[in-house]
T-cell receptor, first 115, second 114 residues
């Protein structure tokens, strides 16, 4: 979805390096999410944020941190990357669901390889 | 615990034939169910959802899904498959605790052969 952008799209790094993945959205949504996708495991939630002051851990937050710089921006950091963090990372957004929507809108993904 | 199961890693179907991609769920309360599709090198695209109402839900690209409460299933269907339907399909359920988190299945790869 062009309304949700992620940078970089691909990144190769070395063990121990600090990496930041960025997500921006123009949908005006309050809620933003970071997922990682691994083959055979589907998507797993890393962190989510319901507004700038509300950040919550997902099911696999260890080794990751996030920053919600503004309503439109949500960054994911790997403080010291390790090889098992090699994965495809997705950012997603959703609105408050007041209109009964609830679906999430995904960015194109960042393919991260940690050597 | 809330969960979604997609029992088939891959589904193969000939172009023009009907297709079904299976999904079962386990969630407390009324489920909010979704199907997403992922084409190569792309993000996930929303296909359809069931929140309430008619058990047969129609979505994008001619797909539909049938909600079956007694069997706790939400299978994705299409009457006539296209080669361009080949992709990875994910079923998901909204966290019933009201956080809007989605719990995803492991995905099913659909391969449509000419």
């Amino acid at each position: 979805d062009a309304d949700v952008t992620q940078t970089p799209r691909n990144r190769i790094t070395k063990t121990g390096k600090r990496i930041m993945l960025e997500c921006s959205q123009t949908k005006g949504h309050d809620r933003m999410y970071w997922y990682r996708q691994d083959p055979g495991l589907g998507l797993r939630l890393i962190y989510y944020s319901f507004d700038v002051k509300d950040i919550n851990k997902g099911e696999i937050s260890d080794g990751y941190s996030v920053s919600r710089q503004a309503q439109a921006k949500f960054s994911l950091s790997l403080e010291s990357a390790i090889p098992n963090q090699t994965a495809l990372y997705f950012c997603a957004t959703s609105d408050l669901g007041l209109a009964g929507s609830f679906e999430q809108f995904f960015g194109p993904g960042t393919r991260l390889t940690v050597l | 615990a809330q969960s979604v199961a997609q029992p088939e890693d891959q589904v193969n179907v000939a172009e023009g034939n009907p297709l079904t991609v299976k999904c079962t769920y386990s969630v407390s309360g009324n489920p909010y169910l979704f199907w997403y599709v992922q084409y190569p090198n792309r993000g996930l695209q929303f296909l359809l959802k069931y929140i309430t109402g008619d058990n047969l839900v129609k979505g994008s690209y001619g797909f539909e899904a049938e909600f079956n409460k007694s069997q706790t299933s939400f299978h994705l269907k299409k009457p006539s498959a296209l080669v361009s339907d080949s992709a990875l399909y994910f079923c998901a359920v909204r966290d019933p605790l009201g956080t809007d988190k989605l719990i995803f299945g492991t995905g099913t790869r659909l391969q449509v052969f000419p």
